[in-house]
């Protein structure tokens, strides 16, 4: 498996900007579909957005027009570059990766086979 270190995280006032960053190791990230979900207290994981190892990326509708997700692969790293901050993206972000080389549905947190220990994002209103 992969190892995922997120980081990035923090309190931001409404309208802001964030980026966050997932660093692998273990396996590159060009090889794996990588996704960006969240969880707010009470709520269940929400799927933000993903790249597949093609290069295809995904944005769940609450975050479209607003985040975007990116990879380097000299530094086998993840981004969400995260815009127009709102009170209601407040929530902790893990990072994931799939098995690789594998179609999968990157909407699903149950096709990702590791998982980051999470970055808490704070949207101050």
């Known amino acids: 498996q992969v190892q995922l270190v997120e980081s990035g995280g923090g309190l931001v006032q409404a309208g802001g900007s964030l980026r966050l960053s997932c660093a692998a190791s273990g396996r590159a990230v060009r090889s794996s579909a990588m996704g960006w979900f969240r969880q707010a207290p009470g709520k269940e994981r929400e799927f933000v957005a993903a790249i597949n190892w093609g290069g295809s990326t995904y944005s769940g509708d609450s975050v479209k027009g607003r985040f975007t997700i990116s990879r380097d692969n000299a530094k086998n790293t993840v981004y969400l570059q995260m815009s127009s901050l709102k009170p209601e993206d407040t929530a902790v972000y893990y990072c994931?990766?799939?098995?690789?080389?594998?179609?999968?549905?990157?909407?699903?947190?149950?096709?990702?086979?590791?998982w980051g220990q999470g970055t808490q994002v704070t949207v101050s209103s």
């Open positions: 994931a990766a799939a098995p690789p080389y594998r179609t999968i549905n990157v909407y699903t947190p149950a096709a990702y086979d590791s």
